[in-house]
């Protein structure tokens, strides 16, 4: 008996899914020099001067109370600053430090590896187009945290 074809692609949201899995699985703490929700964290803080903690969490999808454990990890390991908002005492600025960049720095390098091993069967300008498609869903995705 055959089997009909279908035409259909496969849904997008298992694909990443999949794909987030596989990466995580093979970024390890000794490969990176850190954890990779550390990296991820440095890596979003990077390009930006004093960000809210409110936003930060907002930008990785993690609760209140799961920010302030990690901020709390990273600021003990001298990565990032967090500072009362001058204009506002009741919120909390974070920066990533000089010693946060050269660790993401270090993480950057090992993580090219991975991606390029996960990423391999895509061309240099399929990558680039991956990237930037990418970033534009999440630029318009809503990211808020379920309470």
Do not use: F, W
Request: a positive charge.
């Amino acid at each position: 008996m055959i089997k009909a074809m279908t035409n259909q692609e496969p849904a997008l949201t298992p694909l990443l899914s999949r794909l987030s899995r596989a990466v995580y699985r093979r970024t390890s703490e000794e490969l990176l020099g850190m954890r990779l929700k550390d990296y991820v964290a440095l890596a979003n803080l990077v390009h930006r001067t004093g960000i809210s903690q409110q936003e930060l969490g907002s930008m990785l999808c993690v609760d209140a109370n799961n920010l302030v454990i990690l901020l709390n990890e990273l600021e003990a390991a001298g990565l990032v600053l967090r500072q009362r908002d001058p204009s506002d005492r009741r919120r909390h600025l974070v920066d990533i430090t000089p010693e946060g960049r050269r660790a993401l720095e270090r993480a950057e390098q090992n993580i090219a590896t991975i991606e390029d091993e996960m990423l391999r069967a895509l061309s240099p300008k399929e990558r680039t187009s991956l990237r930037r498609m990418l970033a534009k869903a999440i630029e318009g995705a809503p990211m808020d945290v379920p309470a």
